[in-house]
């Protein structure tokens, strides 16, 4: 499940600019390669060079895992070692239960610090006010009322266009399951925005504007989100069906994230 939630995290991460993005990694010039070759591949989560020429790792984390501040030091010796720079180190935390991982790992002879930014203790108005519909989303797992955040981002899904709004649809919905949101969520978005793509009218409308102004890395960010939440309801995905997945036109990939979660079955979803 954790790796659920990382794969999502890295989208939203790498398609933003928000304000979330620009506190952990500053105005980001280029995304590296996190990769580490080694004896045993060390894969860190997210790696850029900022636009002051600084290193960024962030580490993202949805459990209290006690091996985390050595697995830190690991990936400190590792990216050091193949980029040749100094790294800037930061854990984010996004879990549920309080944080229980210290800033540090520490023996006899290593002492190894890294920062931690704790979102669940974080004040999320200011992710509120962003104009970033990530940023927005974020802010259901700060201290800020879940309701205040749920009207602000489906108020903000509402006004999206329409490339952008099964994406951050799928998203908020993952989001929500490290909370045990995911089916209020759900309901939400089917109850307040599905109206609008069934509408005799508008669907139609919607649907073409989707076919003739898709945007292939969205598209495909939404597809991963897809695939993720399928596997976490059944299990790795058959080629056929990831085929299918990654093949879809834009209003299929928006017309499942409205029912992702109610399907009973894979083949229930596909159809």
């Known amino acids: 499940m954790a790796q659920s939630f990382d794969v999502t995290f890295k989208l939203l991460f790498r398609r933003a600019s928000g304000r979330l993005t620009r506190q952990l990694f500053g105005e980001v010039v280029e995304w590296l390669d996190p990769a ?4 045993r591949s060390l894969q ?9 020429g600084t290193l960024r790792h962030v580490e993202l984390q949805t459990t209290n895992d006690p091996a985390m501040p050595f697995r830190m030091l690991e990936y400190y010796v590792g990216l050091q070692r193949v980029l040749r720079e100094r790294v800037q180190q930061t854990l984010f935390y996004a879990g549920r239960e309080p944080l229980g991982i210290p800033p540090s790992y520490q023996s006899d002879s290593t002492l190894h610090r890294y920062t931690i930014v704790n979102l669940r203790e974080m004040d999320g108005e200011d992710l509120l006010q962003s104009e970033d519909w990530a940023d927005n989303e974020w802010a259901l797992l700060t201290k800020t009322d879940p309701e205040r955040v749920m009207r602000v ?20 919905v993952l989001i929500g399951g490290i909370i045990g949101m995911e089916d209020e969520i759900t309901r939400r978005i089917r109850s307040e925005m599905i109206d609008v793509m069934e509408n005799k009218v508008l669907g139609p409308a919607i649907r073409q504007g989707l076919e003739q102004g898709r945007v292939e890395g969205r598209m495909e960010g939404m597809a991963l989100v897809l695939e993720t939440l399928l596997e976490k309801r059944f299990g790795k995905l058959p080629i056929a069906a990831r085929d299918r997945l990654y093949s879809a036109p834009p209003a299929a990939l928006v017309d499942w994230s409205l029912h992702v979660l109610d399907a009973l079955t894979l083949d229930e979803f596909f159809t």
């Open 36 to 39: 580490q070759p080694d004896v």
């Open 44 to 52: 860190a989560d997210l790696v850029a060079r900022s636009s002051d």
């Open 153 to 172: 981002v489906l108020d903000k899904l509402a006004r999206l266009n329409p490339n952008e709004q099964g994406l951050a649809s799928a998203t908020f």
